[in-house]
Nanobody
Framework: VRLVESGGGLVQPGGSLRLACTASGFTFAIYAMSWYRQAPGKEREWVATINRTGSRPNYADSVKGRFTVSRDNGKNTVYLQMNNVKPEDTAVYYC???????WGQGTQVTVSS
C-alpha cells in the first residue's frame, strides 16, 4: 500500500490550495479516505472523510465551509480543496485509507503573509 500526498506549499491567508493523495496497492474505489493534519507541537487531528462513492463527505468544524474533500476513483486519488485558508491551518497534511489505516508521508502547508 502506498499513499503519496502532493500540493502543499506556502499560501497567504485567504488564499487557496489543493492537495492530492494518490493511492496504490489496494482497491481504492471501495474504501473511505480521510485527511488529517498535524501542527507543530500538537496532536494529529482529523480534517475530513469521504465515503467510497464520494456522496457523503464529512468535515471537522474547524474547516467546514472552507475545505472540500473529493475523489476520483478512476485516478485512485483523493483531493482536499482548501479555500480561505487561515494561519491556524498551517500543518503537515496526511491522507489515510480505510484499508488498514495506512498513512501517507504528508505534505506541508504553511499559511503566512
Amino acid at each position: 500500500v502506498r499513499l503519496v500526498e502532493s500540493g502543499g506549499g506556502l499560501v497567504q491567508p485567504g488564499g487557496s490550495l489543493r492537495l492530492a493523495c494518490t493511492a496504490s496497492g489496494f482497491t481504492f474505489a471501495i474504501y473511505a479516505m480521510s485527511w488529517y493534519r498535524q501542527a507543530p507541537g500538537k496532536e494529529r487531528e482529523w480534517v475530513a472523510t469521504i465515503n467510497r462513492t464520494g456522496s457523503r463527505p464529512n468535515y471537522a468544524d474547524s474547516v467546514k465551509g472552507r475545505f472540500t474533500v473529493s475523489r476520483d476513483n478512476g485516478k485512485n486519488t483523493v483531493y482536499l480543496q482548501m479555500n480561505n485558508v487561515k494561519p491556524e491551518d498551517t500543518a503537515v497534511y496526511y491522507c489515510q485509507t480505510g484499508y488498514g489505516g495506512y498513512w501517507g508521508q504528508g505534505t506541508q502547508v504553511t499559511v503566512s503573509s
